[in-house]
T-cell receptor, first 115, second 114 residues
Framework: AQTVTQSQPEMSVQEAETVTLSCTYD???????LFWYKQPPSRQMILVIR??????QNATENRFSVNFQKAAKSFSLKISDSQLGDAAMYFC????????????FGKGTKLSVIP | EAGVTQFPSHSVIEKGQTVTLRCDPI?????LYWYRRVMGKEIKFLLH????????ESGMPNNRFLAERTGGTYSTLKVQPAELEDSGVYFC????????????FGPGTRLTVL
């Protein structure tokens, strides 16, 4: 069974600085999809960034980028120029690309942004 | 465009009672999912509908949980009878097309069983 591990339950970053959230996963599949979702306090979870395993190029979305290391099964999220609105729970998720559409989530990392 | 909505936002019930959670997906989304997060643990998949059909219910914990999706629109998740371990946040999500597409999540229903 696939598993997703987020080893940092909590992190903090100074406003305008850069922070990296870690995610590792375990799978025997060769083609799959990885996601980072963000859940601000008392708000809905939204997609931050998506990576297809067959693409070697790391996905980027404005200040958000990933470091996808397929061989190491690592998928970290880098947030540049952190803003107060980035404070949230961040969940790493995996989709196998076949069969069930279910997402497998990590436990999440709570990110605090210090003004 | 309206997002995924869930009702109620909070529910507090006694052990042994019944609770029904409702989810309204984004209009036009054929895929509807239920997930649950027990405090401090991962968000876990419960089941997946395609239109009104259950495509995958491998995550349903036991037969006290019953999910329906009437006419392929909104969905309900009934817990009967509720147990203490059912407490958690129940999320609904919806998506278009195939599994690699973005799933849009609702705000969740926080269920507390006393």
């Amino acid at each position: 069974a696939q598993t997703v591990t987020q080893s940092q339950p909590e992190m903090s970053v100074q406003e305008a600085e850069t922070v990296t959230l870690s995610c590792t996963y375990d799978t025997s599949e060769s083609d799959y999809y990885l996601f980072w979702y963000k859940q601000p306090p008392s708000r809905q979870m939204i997609l931050v960034i998506r990576q297809e395993a067959y693409k070697q190029q790391n996905a980027t979305e404005n200040r958000f980028s990933v470091n996808f290391q397929k061989a190491a099964k690592s998928f970290s999220l880098k947030i540049s120029d952190s803003q107060l609105g980035d404070a949230a729970m961040y969940f790493c998720a995996y989709y196998s690309g076949a069969g069930s559409y279910q997402l497998t989530f990590g436990k999440g990392t709570k990110l605090s942004v210090i003004p | 465009e309206a997002g995924v909505t869930q009702f109620p936002s909070h529910s507090v019930i006694e052990k042994g009672q019944t609770v029904t959670l409702r989810c309204d997906p984004i209009s036009g989304h054929d895929n509807l999912y239920w997930y649950r997060r027990v405090m401090g643990k991962e968000i876990k998949f419960l089941l997946h509908f395609v239109k009104e059909s259950k495509q995958d219910e491998s995550g349903m914990p036991n037969n006290r949980f019953l999910a329906e999706r009437t006419g392929g629109t909104y969905s309900t998740l009934k817990v009967q009878p509720a147990e203490l371990e059912d407490s958690g946040v129940y999320f609904c999500a919806s998506s278009q097309g195939w599994g690699g597409n973005e799933q849009f999540f609702g705000p969740g229903t926080r269920l507390t069983v006393l």
